[in-house]
Protein backbone atom coordinates (compact mmCIF):
# COMPACT_ATOMS: atom_id res chain seq x y z
CA UNK A 1 0.00 0.00 0.00
CA UNK A 2 1.08 3.75 -0.57
CA UNK A 3 2.07 5.70 2.57
CA UNK A 4 0.62 9.60 2.88
CA UNK A 5 3.88 10.72 1.20
CA UNK A 6 3.47 9.32 -1.96
CA UNK A 7 0.53 11.10 -3.64
CA UNK A 8 2.61 15.16 -2.91
CA UNK A 9 3.83 16.50 -5.78
CA UNK A 10 7.09 17.05 -5.69
CA UNK A 11 9.50 19.39 -8.58
CA UNK A 12 12.44 16.77 -10.31
CA UNK A 13 14.81 17.87 -12.11
CA UNK A 14 15.96 16.74 -15.90
CA UNK A 15 19.44 15.26 -15.17
CA UNK A 16 19.50 13.60 -18.77
CA UNK A 17 17.92 12.93 -22.05
CA UNK A 18 18.72 9.61 -23.94
CA UNK A 19 17.12 9.49 -28.08
CA UNK A 20 16.62 5.50 -27.18
CA UNK A 21 14.68 5.10 -30.45
CA UNK A 22 12.90 7.57 -33.17
CA UNK A 23 9.82 7.54 -30.61
CA UNK A 24 11.52 7.36 -27.29
CA UNK A 25 13.04 9.17 -25.25
CA UNK A 26 14.48 8.52 -21.91
CA UNK A 27 14.65 11.12 -19.21
CA UNK A 28 16.60 10.83 -15.81
CA UNK A 29 14.68 12.99 -13.19
CA UNK A 30 16.12 13.90 -9.83
CA UNK A 31 13.71 13.95 -6.72
CA UNK A 32 13.78 16.66 -4.08
CA UNK A 33 12.94 13.40 -1.61
CA UNK A 34 13.95 9.76 -1.41
CA UNK A 35 11.21 8.17 -2.87
CA UNK A 36 11.50 4.02 -2.77
CA UNK A 37 9.25 2.23 -5.22
CA UNK A 38 8.67 -1.35 -6.97
CA UNK A 39 9.15 -2.37 -9.99
CA UNK A 40 6.74 -2.15 -12.37
CA UNK A 41 5.15 1.38 -10.95
CA UNK A 42 4.34 4.57 -12.87
CA UNK A 43 4.54 8.43 -11.85
CA UNK A 44 1.94 11.25 -12.86
CA UNK A 45 3.30 14.26 -14.12
CA UNK A 46 1.71 17.83 -14.23
CA UNK A 47 2.44 20.49 -16.94
CA UNK A 48 1.16 23.52 -16.11
CA UNK A 49 0.96 26.47 -18.74
CA UNK A 50 1.60 29.98 -18.41
CA UNK A 51 -2.23 30.80 -18.69
CA UNK A 52 -3.21 27.98 -16.08
CA UNK A 53 -3.89 25.44 -18.43
CA UNK A 54 -2.86 21.87 -16.88
CA UNK A 55 -2.58 17.88 -18.48
CA UNK A 56 -1.60 15.27 -16.32
CA UNK A 57 -0.14 12.11 -17.67
CA UNK A 58 1.09 8.70 -16.26
CA UNK A 59 4.82 7.12 -17.23
CA UNK A 60 5.83 3.97 -15.89
CA UNK A 61 9.67 3.86 -14.41
CA UNK A 62 11.98 2.21 -16.03
CA UNK A 63 14.93 2.22 -13.89
CA UNK A 64 15.77 -0.23 -11.34
CA UNK A 65 13.95 -0.12 -7.68
CA UNK A 66 17.78 -0.55 -6.22
CA UNK A 67 18.81 2.10 -3.29
CA UNK A 68 22.52 1.23 -5.00
CA UNK A 69 20.91 2.45 -8.00
CA UNK A 70 19.87 6.12 -6.91
CA UNK A 71 17.53 6.69 -4.66
CA UNK A 72 16.58 9.80 -5.41
CA UNK A 73 16.29 9.75 -9.11
CA UNK A 74 14.21 7.83 -11.37
CA UNK A 75 14.27 7.15 -15.39
CA UNK A 76 10.55 7.81 -16.79
CA UNK A 77 10.42 6.44 -21.00
CA UNK A 78 8.33 9.24 -22.96
CA UNK A 79 6.90 7.92 -26.37
CA UNK A 80 5.98 10.45 -28.17
CA UNK A 81 1.91 10.12 -29.55
CA UNK A 82 0.58 11.75 -32.26
CA UNK A 83 -1.49 14.84 -31.03
CA UNK A 84 -0.40 14.31 -27.73
CA UNK A 85 0.48 17.42 -25.68
CA UNK A 86 2.20 15.89 -22.96
CA UNK A 87 4.51 13.71 -25.12
CA UNK A 88 5.75 16.32 -27.47
CA UNK A 89 6.66 18.80 -24.77
CA UNK A 90 8.57 16.08 -23.54
CA UNK A 91 10.61 15.36 -27.18
CA UNK A 92 10.36 18.83 -28.16
CA UNK A 93 10.62 21.04 -25.44
CA UNK A 94 12.10 19.86 -22.61
CA UNK A 95 15.97 20.72 -21.98
CA UNK A 96 18.44 19.75 -19.29
CA UNK A 97 17.75 21.46 -16.41
CA UNK A 98 14.19 21.75 -16.13
CA UNK A 99 11.73 21.30 -14.26
CA UNK A 100 9.02 18.73 -13.62
CA UNK A 101 6.32 17.99 -11.31
CA UNK A 102 5.25 14.80 -10.81
CA UNK A 103 4.00 12.58 -8.11
CA UNK A 104 4.27 8.94 -7.51
CA UNK A 105 4.63 5.69 -7.07
CA UNK A 106 1.26 5.22 -8.12
CA UNK A 107 0.04 1.23 -8.77
CA UNK A 108 0.82 -1.67 -7.02
CA UNK A 109 -0.91 -4.52 -9.08
CA UNK A 110 2.06 -4.63 -12.03
CA UNK A 111 4.49 -5.08 -9.69
CA UNK A 112 7.29 -7.58 -9.43
CA UNK A 113 9.64 -8.49 -6.35
CA UNK A 114 11.82 -10.99 -5.62
CA UNK A 115 9.91 -12.88 -3.19
CA UNK A 116 7.17 -12.76 -5.86
CA UNK A 117 5.81 -15.82 -8.23
CA UNK A 118 9.04 -17.80 -10.05
CA UNK A 119 9.25 -18.57 -12.88
CA UNK A 120 7.90 -15.77 -14.15
CA UNK A 121 7.01 -14.68 -17.83
CA UNK A 122 6.90 -11.17 -19.24
CA UNK A 123 5.62 -10.09 -22.69
CA UNK A 124 5.69 -6.53 -24.09
CA UNK A 125 4.48 -4.80 -26.79
CA UNK A 126 6.25 -1.52 -27.68
CA UNK A 127 6.75 0.76 -24.92
CA UNK A 128 5.12 -1.99 -23.10
CA UNK A 129 8.42 -2.98 -22.20
CA UNK A 130 9.14 0.37 -19.97
CA UNK A 131 7.55 -1.36 -16.10
CA UNK A 132 9.20 -4.51 -17.58
CA UNK A 133 12.44 -3.28 -18.01
CA UNK A 134 12.39 -2.23 -14.76
CA UNK A 135 11.81 -5.46 -13.16
CA UNK A 136 14.04 -7.25 -15.54
CA UNK A 137 16.96 -4.47 -14.17
CA UNK A 138 15.92 -5.14 -10.49
CA UNK A 139 16.07 -8.92 -11.06
CA UNK A 140 19.59 -8.76 -12.47
CA UNK A 141 20.51 -6.45 -9.69
CA UNK A 142 19.86 -8.84 -7.16
CA UNK A 143 20.60 -12.16 -6.42
CA UNK A 144 17.60 -13.63 -7.75
CA UNK A 145 17.88 -15.86 -10.22
CA UNK A 146 14.23 -17.56 -10.90
CA UNK A 147 13.89 -17.92 -14.27
CA UNK A 148 12.44 -15.12 -16.77
CA UNK A 149 10.96 -15.23 -20.17
CA UNK A 150 10.42 -12.33 -21.89
CA UNK A 151 8.98 -11.94 -25.23
CA UNK A 152 9.22 -8.04 -26.63
CA UNK A 153 7.23 -7.15 -29.84
CA UNK A 154 8.57 -4.14 -32.08
CA UNK A 155 7.92 -2.19 -34.96
CA UNK A 156 11.35 -2.54 -36.65
CA UNK A 157 14.94 -2.90 -35.46
CA UNK A 158 15.02 0.57 -34.41
CA UNK A 159 12.25 0.63 -32.51
CA UNK A 160 13.24 -2.15 -29.79
CA UNK A 161 14.43 -0.24 -26.79
CA UNK A 162 16.62 -1.22 -24.05
CA UNK A 163 17.94 -3.74 -27.07
CA UNK A 164 21.33 -3.18 -25.86
CA UNK A 165 21.11 -3.89 -22.39
CA UNK A 166 18.60 -6.72 -23.16
CA UNK A 167 20.98 -8.30 -24.99
CA UNK A 168 23.86 -8.31 -22.86
CA UNK A 169 21.58 -9.36 -19.90
CA UNK A 170 20.40 -11.84 -22.02
CA UNK A 171 23.68 -13.63 -22.92
CA UNK A 172 25.16 -13.22 -19.82
CA UNK A 173 22.21 -14.98 -17.89
CA UNK A 174 21.24 -18.57 -18.55
CA UNK A 175 18.15 -18.92 -16.85
CA UNK A 176 16.99 -15.29 -18.82
CA UNK A 177 15.58 -16.19 -22.28
CA UNK A 178 14.65 -13.70 -24.69
CA UNK A 179 12.67 -13.36 -27.57
CA UNK A 180 12.21 -10.02 -29.95
CA UNK A 181 9.28 -10.05 -32.40
CA UNK A 182 9.15 -7.91 -35.03
CA UNK A 183 6.42 -7.29 -37.09
CA UNK A 184 7.18 -4.92 -39.35
CA UNK A 185 10.78 -5.81 -40.68
CA UNK A 186 12.41 -9.25 -42.32
CA UNK A 187 15.44 -10.80 -42.20
CA UNK A 188 16.79 -8.96 -44.81
CA UNK A 189 16.04 -5.30 -43.54
CA UNK A 190 17.43 -6.23 -40.34
CA UNK A 191 20.44 -7.50 -38.38
CA UNK A 192 19.65 -11.56 -38.37
CA UNK A 193 20.31 -12.43 -34.37
CA UNK A 194 18.96 -15.55 -33.26
CA UNK A 195 16.21 -13.83 -30.75
CA UNK A 196 14.82 -12.34 -33.48
CA UNK A 197 11.36 -13.49 -34.73
CA UNK A 198 9.93 -12.04 -38.20
CA UNK A 199 5.91 -11.66 -36.95
CA UNK A 200 3.92 -11.13 -34.24
CA UNK A 201 3.83 -12.98 -31.20
CA UNK A 202 0.75 -15.58 -31.50
CA UNK A 203 -0.15 -18.81 -29.64
CA UNK A 204 2.14 -20.97 -31.27
CA UNK A 205 5.46 -19.01 -30.37
CA UNK A 206 4.47 -18.75 -26.54
CA UNK A 207 3.81 -22.28 -26.49
CA UNK A 208 6.97 -23.06 -27.83
CA UNK A 209 8.58 -20.49 -25.63
CA UNK A 210 6.97 -21.93 -22.47
CA UNK A 211 7.64 -25.19 -23.22
CA UNK A 212 11.25 -24.20 -22.82
CA UNK A 213 10.71 -23.14 -19.70
CA UNK A 214 11.38 -26.52 -16.90
CA UNK A 215 8.26 -25.50 -15.07
CA UNK A 216 4.92 -23.62 -15.36
CA UNK A 217 5.11 -19.97 -15.10
CA UNK A 218 3.53 -18.73 -11.69
CA UNK A 219 3.40 -15.18 -13.02
CA UNK A 220 2.77 -13.99 -16.17
CA UNK A 221 3.11 -9.33 -17.28
CA UNK A 222 1.82 -8.35 -20.03
CA UNK A 223 2.18 -5.04 -20.80
CA UNK A 224 1.35 -2.79 -23.65
CA UNK A 225 -1.57 -1.31 -26.30
CA UNK A 226 -5.06 -2.52 -25.91
CA UNK A 227 -5.45 -4.76 -28.28
CA UNK A 228 -2.44 -6.39 -27.85
CA UNK A 229 -2.60 -7.04 -24.45
CA UNK A 230 -6.08 -8.44 -25.05
CA UNK A 231 -4.94 -10.76 -27.86
CA UNK A 232 -1.52 -11.89 -25.55
CA UNK A 233 -4.34 -12.62 -22.55
CA UNK A 234 -6.12 -14.61 -24.54
CA UNK A 235 -3.28 -16.59 -26.21
CA UNK A 236 -2.53 -17.51 -22.29
CA UNK A 237 -5.63 -18.12 -21.40
CA UNK A 238 -6.52 -20.66 -24.47
CA UNK A 239 -3.30 -22.48 -23.35
CA UNK A 240 -3.97 -23.30 -19.90
CA UNK A 241 -2.44 -20.36 -18.15
CA UNK A 242 -4.72 -19.67 -14.85
CA UNK A 243 -6.79 -16.52 -14.93
CA UNK A 244 -5.20 -15.18 -11.70
CA UNK A 245 -1.58 -15.59 -12.39
CA UNK A 246 -1.80 -12.59 -15.25
CA UNK A 247 -1.65 -9.08 -14.48
CA UNK A 248 -2.00 -6.89 -17.44
CA UNK A 249 -1.19 -3.26 -17.60
CA UNK A 250 -3.00 -1.70 -20.68
CA UNK A 251 -1.20 1.49 -22.64
CA UNK A 252 -3.61 3.71 -24.61
CA UNK A 253 -6.12 2.83 -27.08
CA UNK B 1 4.47 25.36 -10.75
CA UNK B 2 4.48 26.62 -14.26
CA UNK B 3 6.67 25.26 -17.35
CA UNK B 4 7.16 28.22 -19.66
CA UNK B 5 7.43 26.01 -22.80
CA UNK B 6 4.49 24.29 -22.32
CA UNK B 7 0.96 25.83 -24.19
CA UNK B 8 -1.40 22.88 -24.40
CA UNK B 9 -3.21 21.38 -27.25
CA UNK B 10 -5.14 23.36 -28.61
CA UNK B 11 -8.32 21.66 -28.61
CA UNK B 12 -12.22 21.88 -29.22
CA UNK B 13 -14.24 22.61 -26.07
CA UNK B 14 -15.85 19.92 -24.33
CA UNK B 15 -19.50 19.99 -24.86
CA UNK B 16 -19.72 20.22 -20.65
CA UNK B 17 -16.66 20.66 -18.36
CA UNK B 18 -14.75 17.78 -17.41
CA UNK B 19 -13.25 17.44 -14.28
CA UNK B 20 -9.96 18.56 -13.20
CA UNK B 21 -6.92 16.83 -14.54
CA UNK B 22 -8.56 15.05 -17.02
CA UNK B 23 -8.89 15.10 -20.78
CA UNK B 24 -11.17 14.55 -23.70
CA UNK B 25 -10.97 11.16 -25.05
CA UNK B 26 -13.15 10.26 -28.32
CA UNK B 27 -12.74 6.46 -27.96
CA UNK B 28 -13.28 4.07 -25.10
CA UNK B 29 -9.93 2.36 -24.00
CA UNK B 30 -9.80 -0.31 -21.87
CA UNK B 31 -7.81 -0.68 -18.33
CA UNK B 32 -8.29 -3.80 -16.62
CA UNK B 33 -5.77 -5.40 -13.95
CA UNK B 34 -5.71 -8.36 -15.21
CA UNK B 35 -7.14 -10.81 -18.43
CA UNK B 36 -10.80 -9.97 -19.65
CA UNK B 37 -13.14 -12.62 -18.20
CA UNK B 38 -14.71 -14.67 -19.67
CA UNK B 39 -18.42 -15.10 -18.50
CA UNK B 40 -21.10 -17.43 -20.04
CA UNK B 41 -24.69 -15.72 -19.65
CA UNK B 42 -26.08 -19.14 -19.05
CA UNK B 43 -24.28 -19.49 -15.81
CA UNK B 44 -24.08 -16.14 -14.55
CA UNK B 45 -25.50 -14.51 -11.76
CA UNK B 46 -25.68 -11.42 -9.91
CA UNK B 47 -26.48 -11.42 -6.14
CA UNK B 48 -27.11 -8.93 -3.26
CA UNK B 49 -25.80 -9.54 -0.02
CA UNK B 50 -26.30 -8.04 3.23
CA UNK B 51 -24.00 -9.40 5.94
CA UNK B 52 -23.35 -13.12 5.16
CA UNK B 53 -27.38 -13.52 4.40
CA UNK B 54 -28.01 -13.08 0.41
CA UNK B 55 -31.54 -11.42 -0.23
CA UNK B 56 -31.60 -11.77 -3.82
CA UNK B 57 -30.40 -13.42 -6.73
CA UNK B 58 -30.88 -12.84 -10.14
CA UNK B 59 -30.01 -14.86 -13.54
CA UNK B 60 -29.22 -13.11 -16.82
CA UNK B 61 -32.86 -13.81 -18.19
CA UNK B 62 -34.27 -12.53 -14.36
CA UNK B 63 -31.77 -9.07 -14.85
CA UNK B 64 -33.50 -8.56 -18.26
CA UNK B 65 -36.79 -9.15 -17.41
CA UNK B 66 -36.93 -6.26 -14.49
CA UNK B 67 -37.26 -2.83 -15.12
CA UNK B 68 -34.66 -1.43 -17.60
CA UNK B 69 -33.38 1.95 -17.05
CA UNK B 70 -31.64 3.75 -20.15
CA UNK B 71 -28.79 6.23 -18.85
CA UNK B 72 -27.00 9.16 -20.78
CA UNK B 73 -23.57 9.97 -19.58
CA UNK B 74 -20.06 11.21 -18.84
CA UNK B 75 -17.51 9.16 -17.88
CA UNK B 76 -13.94 9.87 -15.91
CA UNK B 77 -10.96 7.24 -15.56
CA UNK B 78 -8.60 7.85 -13.01
CA UNK B 79 -5.86 7.25 -15.59
CA UNK B 80 -6.86 11.04 -16.88
CA UNK B 81 -9.38 10.32 -19.88
CA UNK B 82 -13.11 11.34 -19.87
CA UNK B 83 -15.43 10.18 -22.12
CA UNK B 84 -19.02 12.39 -22.90
CA UNK B 85 -22.86 11.38 -23.74
CA UNK B 86 -22.07 7.38 -23.35
CA UNK B 87 -25.58 5.79 -23.73
CA UNK B 88 -26.42 2.95 -21.50
CA UNK B 89 -29.36 0.60 -20.29
CA UNK B 90 -29.69 -1.52 -17.81
CA UNK B 91 -30.67 -2.34 -13.88
CA UNK B 92 -30.69 0.17 -11.30
CA UNK B 93 -29.70 -1.29 -7.89
CA UNK B 94 -33.00 0.39 -6.63
CA UNK B 95 -35.27 -1.78 -9.10
CA UNK B 96 -33.01 -4.93 -7.59
CA UNK B 97 -33.78 -3.99 -4.33
CA UNK B 98 -37.37 -3.25 -4.83
CA UNK B 99 -37.31 -6.96 -6.65
CA UNK B 100 -35.98 -8.11 -3.27
CA UNK B 101 -38.26 -6.49 -1.19
CA UNK B 102 -35.59 -4.78 0.63
CA UNK B 103 -34.34 -1.02 1.19
CA UNK B 104 -30.82 -0.12 0.88
CA UNK B 105 -28.85 -0.63 4.58
CA UNK B 106 -27.00 2.27 5.66
CA UNK B 107 -23.38 1.80 5.42
CA UNK B 108 -21.08 0.85 2.57
CA UNK B 109 -21.33 -1.63 -0.98
CA UNK B 110 -18.54 -4.11 -2.01
CA UNK B 111 -18.68 -4.48 -5.29
CA UNK B 112 -17.39 -8.45 -6.22
CA UNK B 113 -16.56 -9.45 -10.08
CA UNK B 114 -15.31 -12.81 -11.64
CA UNK B 115 -11.80 -13.06 -11.77
CA UNK B 116 -11.31 -11.79 -8.37
CA UNK B 117 -11.50 -7.88 -8.42
CA UNK B 118 -13.78 -5.55 -5.62
CA UNK B 119 -14.39 -1.66 -4.96
CA UNK B 120 -15.92 -0.16 -2.25
CA UNK B 121 -18.63 2.55 -2.77
CA UNK B 122 -21.20 4.10 -0.48
CA UNK B 123 -24.51 2.70 -0.12
CA UNK B 124 -25.73 6.07 -0.61
CA UNK B 125 -23.77 6.36 -4.12
CA UNK B 126 -25.37 3.13 -5.54
CA UNK B 127 -29.48 3.76 -4.57
CA UNK B 128 -31.42 6.95 -6.26
CA UNK B 129 -30.74 5.78 -9.78
CA UNK B 130 -26.66 6.47 -8.79
CA UNK B 131 -25.80 3.03 -9.68
CA UNK B 132 -26.90 0.39 -12.06
CA UNK B 133 -25.69 -3.00 -13.65
CA UNK B 134 -25.42 -2.02 -17.28
CA UNK B 135 -25.40 -4.63 -19.89
CA UNK B 136 -25.90 -2.85 -23.27
CA UNK B 137 -23.45 0.08 -24.16
CA UNK B 138 -24.37 2.46 -26.82
CA UNK B 139 -27.37 -0.19 -27.85
CA UNK B 140 -25.66 -3.10 -28.81
CA UNK B 141 -24.23 -5.84 -25.99
CA UNK B 142 -21.72 -4.78 -23.42
CA UNK B 143 -18.18 -6.12 -25.30
CA UNK B 144 -16.52 -8.17 -22.60
CA UNK B 145 -13.07 -6.30 -22.52
CA UNK B 146 -15.49 -3.30 -21.31
CA UNK B 147 -17.09 -5.33 -18.53
CA UNK B 148 -19.97 -7.62 -20.48
CA UNK B 149 -22.28 -9.01 -20.27
CA UNK B 150 -23.02 -6.96 -17.38
CA UNK B 151 -20.56 -3.86 -15.24
CA UNK B 152 -21.60 -2.10 -12.94
CA UNK B 153 -21.92 1.81 -13.40
CA UNK B 154 -21.60 4.45 -10.88
CA UNK B 155 -20.94 7.21 -13.59
CA UNK B 156 -20.21 10.12 -10.73
CA UNK B 157 -17.36 8.48 -8.96
CA UNK B 158 -14.31 7.45 -11.70
CA UNK B 159 -14.68 4.40 -13.62
CA UNK B 160 -12.38 1.93 -11.36
CA UNK B 161 -15.81 1.77 -8.82
CA UNK B 162 -18.16 0.40 -11.87
CA UNK B 163 -16.74 -2.71 -11.76
CA UNK B 164 -16.88 -5.28 -14.32
CA UNK B 165 -18.06 -8.15 -15.17
CA UNK B 166 -19.97 -7.45 -12.13
CA UNK B 167 -21.15 -10.73 -9.40
CA UNK B 168 -22.29 -9.44 -6.77
CA UNK B 169 -22.93 -6.15 -3.94
CA UNK B 170 -22.56 -7.20 -0.11
CA UNK B 171 -23.83 -4.23 1.89
CA UNK B 172 -20.88 -3.95 4.96
CA UNK B 173 -21.32 -1.48 7.92
CA UNK B 174 -17.81 -0.44 7.79
CA UNK B 175 -16.10 1.11 4.62
CA UNK B 176 -12.98 -1.66 3.50
CA UNK B 177 -11.06 -1.04 0.56
CA UNK B 178 -11.12 -2.58 -2.46
CA UNK B 179 -8.64 -4.05 -4.91
CA UNK B 180 -7.20 -0.53 -6.19
CA UNK B 181 -7.76 0.92 -3.04
CA UNK B 182 -5.87 -1.05 -0.97
CA UNK B 183 -3.09 0.06 -3.42
CA UNK B 184 -3.62 3.44 -2.48
CA UNK B 185 -6.79 4.49 -4.70
CA UNK B 186 -9.01 6.97 -2.86
CA UNK B 187 -11.92 5.18 -1.07
CA UNK B 188 -14.14 7.00 -2.43
CA UNK B 189 -13.24 8.61 -6.17
CA UNK B 190 -14.93 11.66 -6.67
CA UNK B 191 -13.50 13.13 -9.71
CA UNK B 192 -14.43 16.58 -9.72
CA UNK B 193 -12.58 17.33 -6.38
CA UNK B 194 -9.92 15.04 -8.25
CA UNK B 195 -9.96 11.95 -5.46
CA UNK B 196 -7.08 10.20 -7.28
CA UNK B 197 -5.31 8.64 -4.01
CA UNK B 198 -5.67 7.73 -0.58
CA UNK B 199 -5.07 11.65 0.29
CA UNK B 200 -6.54 13.70 -2.27
Known amino acids: MNSAATTDWQIATVTSIHVESPRVKLFTLELPVNTPFRAGQHFDVRLTAPDGYKAQRSYSVSSSPEPASNPTSIELAVELISDGEVSSYFHEAVELGDKIELRGPIGGHFTWSPIAAKPVVMIAGGSGIVPIMSMIRHRSAIAEKAPLLVIFSARTEADIIFVTELESLAANDPSFHLIIALTRSDEATSSNRPIRRFCRIDRAMIESALSNLAVLPSRTYICGGSSFVEAIANHLLDLGTPNNSIRTERFGP | ?200
Not at chain 2, 82 to 90: E, F, I, M, P
Not at chain 2, 156 to 171: C, D, G
Request: hydrophobic fraction near 35%.
Open chain 2, 1 to 200: MINNKFFGRKRAEPARPIPPGQYLEDGFPVLSAGPTQRVDKATWNFSIEIGDDTVGTWTWDELNALPQTDLHTDLHCVTKWSKQDTDWRGVTIDALLANAGIEAPVGFVMASSDGGYTTNVPSADVIDGKGLLVHTYDGEPLEAEHGGPVRLLIPHLYLWKSAKWIRSLKFIDKDEPGFWERYGYHMYGDPWREQRYTND
